[in-house]
Nanobody, 116 residues
Framework: VQLQASGGGLVQAGGSLRLSCLAS????????LGWYRQAPGKQRESVAT???????NYADSVKGRFTISRDNAKNMVYLQMNSLKPEDAAVYYC???????????WGQGTLVTVSS
């Protein structure tokens, strides 16, 4: 299983970025997909997750600003990030989890930098 994240970059506070992740997981719908982030000196935290049927969950800190979505036909998961804040700066990782049988996989991370 491979996950390839892209779309990170430098953006000013208040700006937007869209992260993308191509997942080689199969069957794609069986996986819960997620975006996590890790800032320097901090633990990795969950940002948003989406099930195969489209149910989503968000960290309180990003609710109303970030939107996770998936395209099951293209094996893609996205994270639309709006109204970015300096505290959103981190390395963002995409994640895929299957529960029966269990398997968890991580992408390589993409860096998001937000200037104030």
């Amino acid at each position: 299983v491979q996950l390839q994240a892209s779309g990170g970059g430098l953006v000013q506070a208040g700006g937007s970025l869209r992260l993308s992740c191509l997942a080689s997981t199969s069957p794609f719908r069986m996986y819960v997909l997620g975006w996590y982030r890790q800032a320097p000196g901090k633990q990795r935290e969950s940002v948003a997750t989406i099930t195969g049927t489209g149910s989503t969950n968000y960290a309180d800190s990003v609710k109303g600003r970030f939107t996770i979505s998936r395209d099951n036909a293209k094996n893609m998961v996205y994270l639309q990030m709006n109204s970015l804040k300096p505290e959103d700066a981190a390395v963002y990782y995409c994640n895929a989890v299957r529960y029966n049988p269990y398997g968890a996989y991580w992408g390589q991370g993409t860096l998001v930098t937000v200037s104030s």
